[in-house]
């Protein structure tokens, strides 16, 4: 059985999982705030139906377990339910507690990326390069059909849905650069950016020095979200601590910038991750607290308003509002776009992207995903900005299938570019910590 955290962070301060469970009154004021329960109708695959699952079996009362596998593994972990509640009941860990108590392990995949990702950056860098070499040579949509007849649909959809091949790494490009004498911000490179889009990762460092000065670059592993997601909670102990170090050797007290709001709500939580580690939590307290998303650290950006005829909108990435409670950066964009840019309709509803859960549950993550885009195509936008790594793949793939005259962008890529409009050349200094 996989280890699970056993108290978690609430409102009400650290309590055991069943408390926390306990927390939930069942009032129903989340079930229309829950994206599958809307596509589904169905009580288990809501908040408080969930959170009712995972007391039930820790009384030991509940009998079909396979229910409950299916309503957990089917949660987005969004948090929109816990935005909705009065109590601010932490569904999403409760989700993830449930999860590893079922779970004897996490699946195979998973177990080779966390392997990989502890310690072993060499080797998963020459498995990607070979893969996109494939892709790029279409091999891979070949492979499709024989992924799928061999049990491995989720390698199948995950090829289907991206198609991001860069030929260098982020790590790979921020490592040449010279590190500046007194740096004002480090940047972590989340693995999303690092590895399938460093395009995003050189616009935050960018637009990261021409808002606050030279920075340095943390050369950081994973933050450890993948293994945590997945019951491999002392694997992510094991990444949470190397963060933590190599920040605290890097530039003690300097602000913490990534570009991936899931990631960054992780980095965030990090305490959650040590409550019966004294010493560690009140490491990991300090280091959450120096943690930035690009959402926070460019809002007050000054950039000059835009002449361009494109409409803008902007997706909040669940972990952005949900997961840290950042508001969209509306007045940002705003100033930039001018009537240009129009709010999205129930921007902050996830868009069914949420890590590898497109590719585990493809029908109801495009039920969800559908109503996002009909979202979009309702504002008529050619462009949707976003600030996560899942939502960047789920929209690029949605735009293409139900709205084609839209594409999408990461938030620091549009910030970048705007502030490097009529000015000169910018050689960075941005270089590994």
Same mark, same amino acid.
């Given at each position: 059985?996989?280890?699970? !955290? *056993?108290?978690?962070?609430?409102?009400?301060?650290?309590?055991?999982?069943?408390?926390?469970?306990?927390?939930?009154?069942?009032?129903?004021?989340?079930?229309?705030?829950?994206?599958?329960?809307?596509?589904?109708?169905?009580?288990?695959?809501?908040?408080?139906?969930?959170?009712?699952?995972?007391?039930?079996?820790?009384?030991?009362? !509940?009998?079909?377990?396979g229910?409950?596998?299916?309503?957990?593994?089917?949660?987005?972990?969004?948090?929109?339910?816990?935005?909705?509640?009065?109590?601010?009941?932490?569904?999403?860990?409760?989700?993830?507690?449930?999860?590893?108590? !079922?779970? $004897?392990?996490?699946?195979? !995949?998973?177990?080779?990326?966390?392997?990989?990702?502890?310690? +072993?950056?060499?080797?998963?860098?020459?498995?990607?390069?070979?893969?996109?070499?494939?892709?790029?040579?279409?091999?891979?949509?070949?492979?499709?059909?024989?992924?799928?007849?061999a049990?491995?649909?989720?390698?199948?959809?995950?090829?289907?849905?991206?198609?991001?091949?860069?030929?260098?790494?982020?790590?790979?490009?921020?490592?040449?650069?010279?590190?500046?004498?007194?740096?004002?911000?480090?940047?972590?490179?989340?693995?999303?950016?690092?590895?399938?889009y460093?395009?995003?990762?050189?616009?935050?460092v960018?637009?990261?020095?021409?808002?606050?000065?030279?920075?340095?670059?943390?050369?950081?592993?994973?933050c450890?979200?993948?293994?945590?997601?997945?019951? $491999?909670?002392?694997?992510?102990?094991?990444?949470?601590?190397?963060?933590?170090?190599?920040? $605290?050797?890097?530039?003690?007290?300097?602000?913490?910038?990534?570009?991936?709001?899931?990631c960054?709500?992780?980095?965030?939580?990090?305490?959650?991750?040590?409550?019966?580690?004294?010493?560690?939590?009140?490491?990991?307290?300090?280091?959450?607290?120096?943690?930035?998303?690009?959402?926070?650290?460019?809002?007050?950006?000054?950039?000059?308003?835009?002449?361009?005829?494109?409409?803008?909108?902007y997706?909040?990435?669940?972990?952005?509002?949900?997961?840290? *409670?950042?508001?969209?950066?509306?007045?940002?964009?705003?100033?930039?776009?001018?009537? /240009?840019?129009? $709010?999205?309709?129930?921007?902050?509803?996830?868009?069914?992207?949420?890590?590898?859960?497109?590719?585990?549950?493809?029908?109801?993550?495009?039920?969800?995903?559908?109503?996002?885009?009909?979202?979009?195509?309702?504002?008529?936008?050619?462009?949707?900005?976003?600030?996560?790594?899942?939502?960047?793949?789920?929209?690029? +793939? *949605?735009?293409k299938?139900?709205?084609?005259?839209?594409?999408?962008?990461?938030?620091?890529?549009?910030?970048?570019?705007?502030?490097?409009?009529? /000015?000169?050349?910018? +050689?960075?200094t941005?270089?590994?910590?």
């Amino acid at each position: 059985m996989s280890q699970g !955290l *056993g108290r978690l962070i609430t409102d009400l301060g650290d309590r055991s999982t069943y408390d926390a469970a306990s927390q939930c009154s069942r009032c129903g004021y989340c079930e229309q705030a829950c994206p599958t329960y809307v596509a589904t109708g169905r009580e288990s695959q809501s908040g408080r139906g969930r959170n009712q699952l995972v007391r039930l079996m820790l009384e030991g009362k !509940l009998s079909d377990l396979g229910a409950a596998e299916e309503a957990l593994s089917t949660c987005l972990l969004c948090g929109a339910c816990t935005t909705a509640c009065y109590a601010h009941v932490p569904t999403a860990d409760i989700v993830l507690e449930g999860r590893r108590a !079922l779970a $004897e392990k996490p699946p195979w !995949l998973v177990r080779v990326l966390t392997w990989l990702l502890v310690g +072993h950056r060499d080797a998963l860098s020459l498995l990607l390069k070979s893969s996109y070499l494939l892709k790029r040579a279409g091999l891979s949509r070949l492979a499709r059909p024989f992924l799928r007849l061999a049990g491995f649909d989720g390698l199948a959809e995950a090829d289907a849905h991206v198609d991001e091949t860069p030929s260098r790494f982020l790590f790979e490009e921020l490592g040449r650069r010279k590190r500046p004498a007194e740096p004002r911000w480090l940047y972590f490179a989340p693995c999303g950016p690092n590895y399938l889009y460093p395009r995003v990762g050189l616009a935050t460092v960018s637009a990261l020095e021409s808002t606050r000065g030279p920075g340095a670059f943390l050369d950081n592993g994973c933050c450890g979200l993948l293994p945590y997601n997945y019951g $491999e909670v002392e694997d992510a102990r094991c990444l949470a601590r190397a963060v933590i170090e190599k920040s $605290e050797k890097s530039g003690a007290g300097l602000p913490v910038v990534a570009d991936c709001s899931s990631c960054t709500a992780f980095l965030k939580s990090y305490p959650q991750l040590f409550l019966e580690e004294p010493a560690w939590r009140a490491r990991a307290e300090r280091f959450a607290e120096s943690v930035q998303d690009a959402v926070e650290a460019f809002s007050g950006a000054d950039i000059e308003p835009s002449t361009s005829a494109e409409t803008v909108t902007y997706h909040e990435s669940c972990r952005a509002c949900h997961g840290q *409670g950042l508001p969209a950066p509306a007045q940002l964009l705003s100033r930039a776009c001018g009537d /240009k840019f129009t $709010e999205l309709p129930e921007s902050s509803v996830c868009c069914g992207g949420a890590g590898a859960f497109s590719f585990v549950h493809p029908e109801l993550s495009d039920e969800v995903l559908k109503r996002k885009i009909g979202a979009v195509a309702r504002t008529r936008a050619s462009l949707v900005l976003t600030s996560s790594t899942s939502c960047l793949i789920q929209l690029a +793939h *949605g735009l293409k299938k139900y709205y084609p005259q839209g594409r999408v962008m990461h938030l620091s890529e549009f910030v970048a570019k705007r502030l490097s409009q009529g /000015k000169p050349e910018h +050689h960075g200094t941005t270089t590994g910590a």
